[in-house]
């Protein structure tokens, strides 16, 4: 079974308009829960993570995250894309599939002009 | 800053080679692991190491394995390249080993022809 499932593997926004990728993981324990972004030919970097502290994440670049207990959801979300967003992101949770980190599909963000 | 260096780009191999991808990390990072990126399956862990010379099976271990005889160089081993292990393959280091931020290496692109 999918432990970390991302909605949509592709997503089109307009710059200036609101980024809203979904995540969604199956655990009965909340996880540590991350987000990574990709940009092209570069390895993966941290956007943010929730570790408990507090249920709503400020990453960087304008990123933000909301963990949802209620709803296993962990979506991210920037108010307005810039066209330097454009990359793949990808949610992972730890603890979700044993003590490993465990990365959901992705998610390619196109930023249109 | 973090580094995480990895050996070569792009490899082009044949099958039933021997193939090495090496990563080295200049942080003194205890944690060092091997994932595999594939279209729409997001990471998938194949090896990961919490000290020199240990080595832990991932998700996907077949026909990979590993090598860590010092604490900054993590080595992927692919005993008999095959066309199903071409892949983009990315190492990552991490400092603590439970639900620490992993930093990434650029990737190593290989295809097995």
């Known amino acids: 079974a999918q432990s970390v499932t991302q909605l949509g593997s592709h997503v089109s926004v307009s710059e200036g308009a609101l980024v809203l990728l979904r995540c969604n993981y199956s655990?009965?324990?909340?996880?540590?829960l991350f987000w990574y972004v990709q940009y092209p030919n570069q390895g993966l970097q941290l956007l943010l993570k929730y570790t408990s502290a507090a249920t709503l994440v400020k990453g960087i670049n304008g990123f933000e995250a909301e963990f949802k207990k209620s709803e296993t959801s962990f979506h991210l979300t920037k108010p307005s894309a810039h066209m330097s967003d454009a990359a793949e992101y990808f949610c992972a949770a730890w603890g979700a599939a044993g003590n490993k980190l465990t990365f959901g599909g992705g998610t390619r963000v196109l930023v249109k002009p | 800053d973090v580094k995480v260096t990895q050996s070569s780009r792009y490899l082009v191999k044949r099958t039933g080679e021997k193939v090495f991808l090496e990563c080295v990390q200049d942080m003194d990072h205890e944690n060092m692991f091997w994932y595999r990126q594939d279209p729409g399956l997001g990471l998938r862990l194949i090896y990961f190491?919490?000290?020199?010379?240990?080595?832990e099976k991932g998700d996907i271990p077949e026909g990979y394995s590993v090598s860590r005889e010092k604490k900054e160089r993590f080595s992927l081993i692919l005993e008999s390249a095959s066309t199903n292990q071409t892949s983009m393959y990315l190492c990552?280091?991490?400092?603590?080993?439970?639900?620490?931020?992993?930093?990434f290496g650029p990737g190593t692109r290989l295809t097995v022809l």
């Open positions: 990552a280091s991490s400092l603590w080993a439970v639900a620490d931020t992993q930093y």
């Open positions: 655990s009965s324990v909340p996880p540590y």
């Open positions: 190491s919490y000290d020199v010379k240990m080595k």
